[in-house]
């Protein structure tokens, strides 16, 4: 099943994604088994990130290709960061490059899990269970803050820098895809989505023997490869089985 | 005014904080004007997070004092970063110390600004009026963790790492307050609220230039002094005009 937010007259609106329609929904998937209220076109819909979690982590150095490049050591556990919720955007909304950033401007192609329970000190067993389905985030970075700054607040969660969807999938062995970038429809890097340091699974039991994950919560599992993106590009981020998450980069207007 | 999010039956429902009883509200002063529709008494109340914020922003190195204290270099500018809902925990709530914790277990004493409008580009003065109220928190930190790992994950933000409350106050100059950190009922830190390297409005300021803030998102301000706390200790941070936030230390049960 594919689960989607969709903006239906202003108001965020859950729904059942199928090959035509949307099916409106009268709620969350996650907080119960919701009704069928209505139904719009999929061609035209305004799709918003599918959720907006209570704790949004993010998994750095997860690549044993990435890490290599970047000349980093291998983590020895399982360790976590955190973005904002500020920056989502979702499917087919524009990634703003502010006017201030030069340098590298990157698209990070990332698998997301999405969780559907509440849970704490979980085996490895109830991790592979706490996840209702995946999705797809990319984790816009610019470098040069990255590098400049004590946190990553605005390298990567400057507004619009997370677009994450289009939708969730339940039915998918998310680490048996591959995952592949595209630039205006180039392939720019095409990796096996599972070939993780630690998998999600490894990371929900460590993050829980301190820490309570609740229904919604995403853990976006970093990269192999990224790219450069510039305004009047579009990027792609397809996981094969999920989906392709796309958004055109747009430069930062004038302000009024 | 004062504002509280209490627990009656189980529910999180909005007050507004008098001397004797807590009047009721239909919903969040955040998001409009809501009615009273009851009371109890403020002497029984269970007291929750006054807020959850949608993004949860915390200022380390702000205090001129705790600069000096550990070598640090000054900041040159306002620069955030983040801590995570599920580390909340209300006024009177146990901040259980995980078994495996050893060395510095310490308490930060923390004003709080709660943003109370939807925020872009501000002008000093515009970040001024977009602050709804103030309250306390307590960056309780875990020091060995903190040094150990990549990220603050556990360090700060284990379960209830993140006392908040007890309530809102929306009357006070914040800025011209004291900072009370009390072990039982000991004085163990008293420093001038506002004597910060950047004050709040200047780091809205500076977060807006590239981020949204949204009603609800709180800004953890940082502290001057910090203190150890143990097990059966009662930690109270106290902020004049705003209040008193009390918590009990416990150590972590044995699991099930």
Redesign the interface.
Known sequence: MRYARVSVGGRAVWGRVGEEDIELLTGSPLEGDPEVIGGVPRATAVWLPPV?P??FYAV?MNYPRHIEHVGAAT?DRP????R????LTGHGWPIVK?AEVEGRFEAEPELVAVIGRTL??ASYDEARKSVFGWTIGNDVSARTWQHE???F??SK???TFKPMGPWIETDVNALAQTTTLRVNGEVRAAFPTGDMVFDPFDYIVE?T??????PGDVLWMGAESTCQIEPSDTVDVEISGIGVLSNPVQREGN?A
């Open positions: 907006v209570p704790v750095g983590p360790e976590v960061g955190y904002a919720n500020n920056a502010p704490r000190h700054d004590r946190t607040w605005r969660n400057s507004d993050i023997r301190h820490i309570t994950l609740h302000r």
